[in-house]
């Protein structure tokens, strides 16, 4: 688990007092697997993870004694680009495949939020 001082991966602070085992487990982006695990969810290795780490696709949090850590949201974008490398697009370019399609996924849900609050996500008002 993340210690109070790492943030996860996407820079949020852990509250681990304050949340019970089962709500932190239903965050998509508590770090709850470990390399091995993770990599087996996704049908690859170990390297294939650090790969996607170097390239900056994902970044994993790290438990107190080093390991790393991956979250749900990790693991579906690893997911994809291991869908792209396997059909041949090099690394490098299937995580900046994967990082914009992750972004503009973000973004129509951003969208998505302003038109149910009734503002207008143009323009920033009702």
């Not at 996607?52 to 991956?70: F, M, V």
Request: hydrophobic share 30%.
């Amino acid at each position: 688990m993340p210690s109070e001082s790492q943030p996860y991966a996407d820079g949020r602070q852990p509250d681990q007092d304050r949340l019970p085992v089962a709500d932190r487990l239903d965050d998509d982006h508590f770090p709850a697997y470990t390399m091995g695990r993770a990599a087996e969810l996704v049908g690859a290795t170990p390297a294939f993870l650090r790969a996607l780490g170097e390239a900056r696709l994902i970044t994993p949090t790290r438990s107190d004694g080093g390991h790393r850590r991956y979250s749900r949201h990790q693991l579906r974008l690893a997911a994809r680009a291991r869908e792209l490398v396997d059909q041949g697009t090099p690394v490098d370019a299937a995580c900046r495949i994967v990082s914009l399609e992750d972004q503009l996924e973000q973004a129509e849900r951003t969208n998505e939020e302003l038109r149910r609050q009734g503002a207008d996500p143009v323009r920033g008002h009702r």
